[in-house]
T-cell receptor, first 116, second 119 residues
Framework: AQKVTQAQTEISVVEKEDVTLDCVYE???????LFWYKQPPSGELVFLIR??????QNEISGRYSWNFQKSTSSFNFTITASQVVDSAVYFC?????????????FGSGTRLLVRP | DAGVTQSPTHLIKTRGQHVTLRCSPI?????VSWYQQVLGQGPQFIFQYYEKEERGRGNFPDRFSARQFPNYSSELNVNALLLGDSALYLC??????????????????FGPGTRLTVL
């Protein structure tokens, strides 16, 4: 069965520390897409990145970077020099194809608290 | 451009009542999906609509129903509310990037959600 596991329930860091959020997935598909979303206290899920299973290149966007390793079924997310505004719940998700549609399968999320 | 909008923001109902939640997708997006997020958990897929047709359904009882209108906005209806229906209901919109067909590669953009409390 398709599954996403985010083992870290909550992480607390001091501002300017680097932090890595782990994501491990299970899928029977050979091609698939993975996503990261950020959920601030307002509740809206903010799209951060989409990565396909063919592309194992790491990606960097400002202070954010993602490490995708197909061999270990992991898609980890690192925030460099964390800021208070990074405090949120972060979700990793796997896109699962259905008969004539698709759905996102989410992990349980990691709550990140960045303290001043 | 406006993002996904949802109404109402908050809602309080009692057990047994009925509720209707509304969603307007990003302009130009023709697909709407609904998710339920119980406190402390990740969102769970309820429905996906595309071109006014139901295209996918998650593991939810028949008390949950939805529809999509000609302008691509959508309503989620829940009948006979239970305490366990208390959750944040999220709407997401997407637009097929390949040949007008829904693809698992499409990115879903979420609205702010409707927080439903059932007493």
């Amino acid at each position: 069965a398709q599954k996403v596991t985010q083992a870290q329930t909550e992480i607390s860091v001091v501002e300017k520390e680097d932090v890595t959020l782990d994501c491990v997935y299970e899928t029977r598909d050979t091609t698939y897409y993975l996503f990261w979303y950020k959920q601030p206290p307002s509740g809206e899920l903010v799209f951060l990145i989409r990565r396909n299973s063919f592309d194992e290149q790491n990606e960097i966007s400002g202070r954010y970077s993602w490490n995708f390793q197909k061999s270990t079924s992991s898609f980890n997310f690192t925030i460099t020099a964390s800021q208070v505004v990074d405090s949120a719940v972060y979700f990793c998700a796997l896109s699962e194809e259905m008969d004539s549609s698709y759905k996102l399968i989410f992990g349980s999320g990691t709550r990140l608290l960045v303290r001043p | 451009d406006a993002g996904v909008t949802q109404s109402p923001t908050h809602l309080i109902k009692t057990r047994g009542q009925h509720v209707t939640l509304r969603c307007s997708p990003i302009s130009g997006h023709k697909s709407v999906s609904w998710y339920q997020q119980v406190l402390g958990q990740g969102p769970q897929f309820i429905f996906q609509y595309y071109e006014k047709e139901e295209r996918g359904r998650g593991n939810f009882p028949d008390r949950f129903s939805a529809r999509q209108f000609p302008n691509y906005s959508s309503e989620l209806n829940v009948n006979a509310l239970l305490l366990g229906d208390s959750a944040l209901y999220l709407c997401a919109s997407s637009h097929p990037t390949s040949g007008g067909r829904l693809q698992y590669t499409d990115t879903q953009y979420f609205g702010p959600g409707t927080r439903l409390t059932v007493l």
